[in-house]
């Protein structure tokens, strides 16, 4: 099943200029085909296509599923953009497609990455959500510093991934739990000491997501996998 993607389709029913190009061009629909299609808000719809055309398709619903393979868990993550943003963008695809809810980038003490082009960060979410037949888009928060976004976390499950020799919980335990989580993963240098001790001050966790040393977009990638198989335990699966 192929997915296209009509955040108005409830008012609008046509495909995007982009959506359409590829609805007729490179998957070759005509008038008459059923189609499905996201909203980016978790519904999914089957619809027939009235006018097949490159730039402006025009779709009927057949029918709508709310809350489309809904998981019965939220994730936000909170990561540092990595100096190469090839491997930043390889986290948001991967972590996408396991399951992701909500993403921050953050600013910390020893990142050498400061701005993102949001843009295209959006448009791998939305491509990964496709892909992965999630009907609900992840959110994209805009770039903050890491002494901002920690004060106004109010999740159950507040964790902070980190290398240092502290106290610290496997996040797979420690997040069974936790229905919703937020998952902070650092710069390549990891967070300072400071930030981490700010962080368990204002109600996070450390963890550990294993034995071996990740690099940033590993570790999301990891933490992601942590808390769906966290999921699954709570559930019996």
Known sequence: MNLFYAPDIETTPLL?????????????????????????????????????????????VLSVVREYGARRYSLHMAVAPTKNIDRFEWFVEKATEIGLDELTPVI??????????MERIEKILLSASKQSLHAKVPRLNPAVEFSD?????????????????????????????????????????????????????AGFVGVSLGGSRLR???????????????????RGV
Do not use: W
């Open 16 to 60: 995007p200029e982009e959506e359409s190009l590829h609805c007729v061009k490179v998957l070759r629909h005509k008038t008459g085909d059923t189609i499905h299609l996201i909203d980016g808000r978790g519904s999914l719809y089957e619809a027939e296509i009235l006018a097949a055309h490159p730039k402006r398709t025009e779709v009927r």
């Open 108 to 117: 910390c003490r020893y990142s050498e990455r400061r701005t993102l082009k």
């Open 216 to 234: 940033t977009e590993t570790a999301g990638v990891v933490a992601a996998h942590l808390v769906a198989v966290a999921d699954a335990v709570r």
């Open 149 to 201: 976004f920690v004060p106004g976390v109010k999740a159950e499950g507040r964790f902070i991934a980190h290398c240092y020799d502290m106290e610290k919980q496997y996040l797979l335990r420690a997040c069974v739990a936790a229905r919703d989580a937020v998952v902070m993963v650092g710069p390549e240098g990891d967070f300072s000491e400071d930030e981490v001790g700010e962080a368990v001050a």
